[in-house]
C-alpha cells in the first residue's frame, strides 16, 4: 500500500501550473464581468473552479441564454469528473465528509499529476497540486474583472476568441478516430440546424445528444472486442484440448 505524498510535494508539482492558470482566470474575468457583473464571477470561479465549466456557462450567457441552460452546460462539461471520483475515491481519507472535502481538489492537472502510474493516486499530491491553480484562478479572475472597465473593446486583444479557441482545444484532444470525429460533426449540424430558431444555450445542449451517441458506439464497439477476444481464447483452449 503506498503512502500518500505530504501535501508540500504536491504544491511543489502544482506550481508550474500557476501562471498559465492565472493567464486562464485574467481572460474569463475579463470576460466574464460584462455579462456577469463584478461580483458572481470570482464567486464563481471560488465554488465552482473549473474553466471548461465556467466557459461553457459563460458562453451561453453571453449569448442570451437563461441560467438552467447554462448550469446544463457547465454540468455537461463537468461530467467527466464522474469517472475521475470513482477512479480517485479508494484513495482518498476519512469519512464521507472529510472524502467529499478532499475530492474538491479534484481538477484535471492535479489528477494526472496524482496518478503513480500503476492504477493508484496520490492524495497528498491531488491537493497539494491544486491549492496553486486554485489560487491562481481565481485571482486571475478577480485581476481581470478589475481590469475588464479599462478595456473598451475586449475584442480588440482578441480575447473573444477565448471561447472557440478553449473549445477547439477540448475537441482536439478528444476529436481521434472515425467514431468522435463523427460525433463532433453529428454535434455541429445539430447545432447549426436549431441556431436560427431555438433560444440560445438550447443548441448546445441537444448538440451533446452526439457526444451520448459517441459513447454509446465506443462502448458497443468495447464490448463487441471483449467477445470477439474471449471467442479467440476459447477456440485456442479448444484446441489445445484436443
Known amino acids: 500500500m503506498h503512502k500518500p505524498s505530504d501535501i508540500r510535494a504536491g504544491i511543489r508539482k502544482g506550481l508550474p501550473l500557476a501562471l498559465p ?15 456577469m457583473g463584478s461580483i ?24 442570451g441564454g437563461g ?35 478532499q475530492s474538491l481538489a479534484l481538477v ?5 499529476l496524482s496518478s503513480r502510474g500503476d492504477g493508484t493516486y496520490d492524495r497528498g499530491i491531488l491537493i497539494g497540486a491544486t491549492l496553486p491553480q486554485a489560487a491562481a484562478w481565481t485571482s486571475g479572475t478577480l485581476i481581470g474583472v478589475l481590469t475588464s472597465s479599462a478595456l473598451a473593446d475586449p475584442g480588440a486583444l482578441g480575447l473573444d476568441a477565448m471561447f472557440p479557441a478553449f473549445f477547439a482545444v477540448l475537441l482536439a484532444g478528444e476529436a481521434r478516430g472515425k467514431l468522435p470525429v463523427t460525433a463532433a ?4 449540424v445539430i447545432a447549426l440546424a436549431l441556431m436560427p430558431f431555438a433560444p440560445p444555450g438550447v443548441p448546445v445542449l441537444a ?3 452526439a457526444a451520448l451517441w459517441g459513447l454509446k458506439g465506443r462502448a458497443e ?5 471483449g467477445s470477439r477476444a474471449g471467442e479467440r481464447r476459447a477456440s485456442h483452449l479448444e484446441e489445445v484440448a484436443s
Request: a positive charge.
Open 221 to 225: 464497439r468495447r464490448d463487441a472486442a
Open 207 to 209: 448538440a451533446s445528444a
Open 40 to 63: 458572481a464571477p470570482v464567486v464563481m470561479s471560488i465554488i465552482v473552479f473549473s474553466g471548461a465549466a465556467q466557459f461553457a456557462a459563460l458562453t451561453v450567457l453571453a449569448a
Open 185 to 188: 460533426a453529428t454535434g455541429a
Open 67 to 101: 441560467a438552467l441552460p447554462a448550469i446544463a452546460a457547465a454540468m455537461l462539461m463537468n461530467g467527466r469528473w464522474l469517472p475521475m471520483g470513482l477512479a480517485m475515491g479508494p484513495f482518498l481519507s476519512g469519512g464521507r465528509l472529510k472524502r467529499a472535502a
Open 21 to 35: 492558470t492565472l493567464a486562464g482566470g485574467i481572460s474569463f474575468g475579463v470576460l466574464a464581468q460584462p455579462v
Open 108 to 112: 484535471d492537472a492535479s489528477f494526472a
